[in-house]
């Protein structure tokens, strides 16, 4: 079994910056690929970026590239996601999956574990 778990959510300016957190455990961090997700009310999980198994490989939606960076610590199990310039469109709950293969995939249900999330606020 693998616990995932966020943290670094908030409110925050438009404009501004968070730093979100995903501490995993229960199994080799470096055998699963991450991806963060977010989702607002009445729509499905999106995927916002990923990070590959050995670290060496990004993936960014279009919306965030420039603003948002991935970055993961297999020694110390924890995976990040900077995020600046911070715009209302943000907003959302903020997700971090593990998925069991080598590459992050778009889509939710490839996704092996889930952390609670942790709400992101942006405001105008």
């Known amino acids: 079994q693998v616990q995932l778990v966020e943290s670094g959510g908030g409110l925050v300016q438009a404009g501004g910056s968070l730093r979100l957190s995903c501490a995993v455990s229960?199994?080799?961090?470096?055998?699963?690929?991450i991806g963060w997700f977010r989702q607002t009310p009445g729509k499905e999980r999106e995927f916002v970026a990923g990070?590959?198994?050995?670290?060496?490989?990004?993936d960014y939606i279009d919306s965030v590239k420039g603003r948002f960076s991935i970055s993961r610590d297999n020694a110390k199990n924890t995976m990040t996601l900077q995020m600046n310039s911070l715009n209302p469109e943000d907003t959302a709950v903020y997700y971090c999956?593990?998925?069991?293969?080598?590459?992050?995939?778009?889509?939710?249900?490839?996704?092996?574990?889930w952390g609670q999330g942790t709400q992101v606020t942006v405001s105008s």
């Open positions: 999956g593990a998925r069991s293969r080598p590459w992050t995939s778009y889509s939710a249900e490839e996704y092996d574990y």
């Open positions: 229960g199994r080799t961090f470096s055998s699963y690929s």
């Open positions: 990070i590959s198994l050995s670290g060496r490989s990004t």
